[in-house]
């Protein structure tokens, strides 16, 4: 018996490839027909990575026609996020940097074939903006059924805090496995039947000192050996936190330890600064945790505290270990396109889900 075809899949605002490694993890049989993202850098990193360059412009020139000519059944888009940041100035579709989105969004009710399915990520405050309501007013014009959830890498063994908003989309008369909770928010995976892991009692409505018992270790996603046969102290001493930064925001520092089973959110300007970007990591072999309100600056400085490798942010995003960055890339935009970027390890069992036959 033939297989059938794959899905066809448009990827809007690709990046560097994390929404593609997450439709790779779901083992969805599926291709990419087209990626689009307006970043140069980002898309030498995606074609790196894939072998294919994404469509580069800017995507509010597309037309129904455009879209149409692929015929794709199911878009996966991460919009930018900065229009409903909490530290940003929150003007949601008011904010250019909507308008792309809302465009596209607005397109599919003038296409011949539009998608069946659509797959939206973004921060925690998307779902309060004026941009949430008009995604759901569109999809529901269209007869869409969603599910929408506010999930995070902890709930999936991960040793690291970043919460996102998630849309699963699918257009009658297609369903989900587990209509009960259309048109809902959710903020617990548990009848996506994944497991923790062996000890696990498939509980996801936990708090998050309840999940971190449950993670892997941060040492689990630490890079192990040095490129090019450098001992590895030696490579990692460019990472090291300079003494300056410790003595002027070491009480504003996260700090963590291998062993620890969270870390916070990295963001675009981690490694920039220090302060409320992302966890540092404690390195010093002969010290033992420090309890939080014991820590001193004099304290500080003996952590051997230094900043997690690019290679570390990407492992923690649950990116496989074959992803690289060209090496014209540095360091700074490695961080910011990673601070960008998504958890794998959530997203591909939700794009599992998401295709899954009813």
């Not at 996020?81 to 596209?104: E, N, V």
């Not at 600064?273 to 820590?295: F, M, R």
Request: proline share 6%; glycine share 6%; aromatic share 12%.
């Amino acid at each position: 018996m033939e297989a059938p075809a794959p899905w066809r899949v448009l990827e809007f605002y690709s990046g560097i490839g994390g929404m593609r490694y997450s439709l790779m993890a779901s083992g969805v049989r599926a291709e990419v027909v087209e990626a689009f993202d307006i970043n140069d850098v980002a898309n030498d990193v995606y074609e790196l990575n894939f072998g294919h360059r994404p469509c580069q412009g800017n995507i509010q020139t597309l037309t129904a026609i455009d879209l149409d000519k692929y015929k794709a059944h199911a878009w996966l888009l991460s919009p930018p996020c900065q229009p409903y940041t909490r530290q940003g100035l929150q003007k949601h579709s008011t904010d250019a940097r909507a308008f792309s989105f809302i465009k596209i969004l607005n397109l599919m009710q003038n296409m011949s074939y539009p998608p069946q399915m659509l797959f939206v990520e973004n921060v925690v405050g998307f779902e309060v903006s004026d941009t949430h309501d008009q995604l759901l007013e569109v999809l529901s014009s269209l007869n869409f059924n969603t599910q929408e959830f506010i999930l995070s890498p902890l709930q999936f063994g991960v040793p690291y805090s970043r919460p996102r908003y998630f849309c699963l989309a699918k257009r009658e008369p297609m369903c989900f496995q587990n209509p009960s909770v259309n048109n809902k928010l959710l903020r617990t995976p548990y009848w996506l039947s994944l497991r923790l892991n062996s000890t696990s009692q498939s509980s996801y409505d936990q708090g998050e000192e309840e999940l971190e018992l449950v993670c892997k270790p941060i040492r689990e996603f630490l890079v192990k050996e040095a490129d090019g046969g450098m001992p590895r102290e030696t490579v990692l001493q460019d990472y090291r936190v300079p003494l300056n930064l410790i003595e002027r925001w070491g009480n504003a520092m996260d700090i963590v330890y291998p062993e620890s089973k969270r870390c916070c959110c990295f963001t675009k300007s981690y490694y920039r600064y220090v302060k409320g970007t992302g966890s540092l990591l404690a390195t010093s072999e002969n010290l033992k945790q420090v309890p939080e309100q014991k820590l001193e600056i004099s304290s500080l400085k003996e952590l051997g505290l230094r900043f997690f490798t690019p290679q570390e942010v990407a492992n923690l995003h649950s990116f496989p270990s074959s992803f690289n960055f060209p090496d014209h890339i540095g360091l700074r935009q490695q961080y910011a396109m990673m601070g960008n970027s998504l958890s794998v390890a959530v997203v591909g069992p939700l794009l599992r889900y998401l295709f899954a036959e009813a």
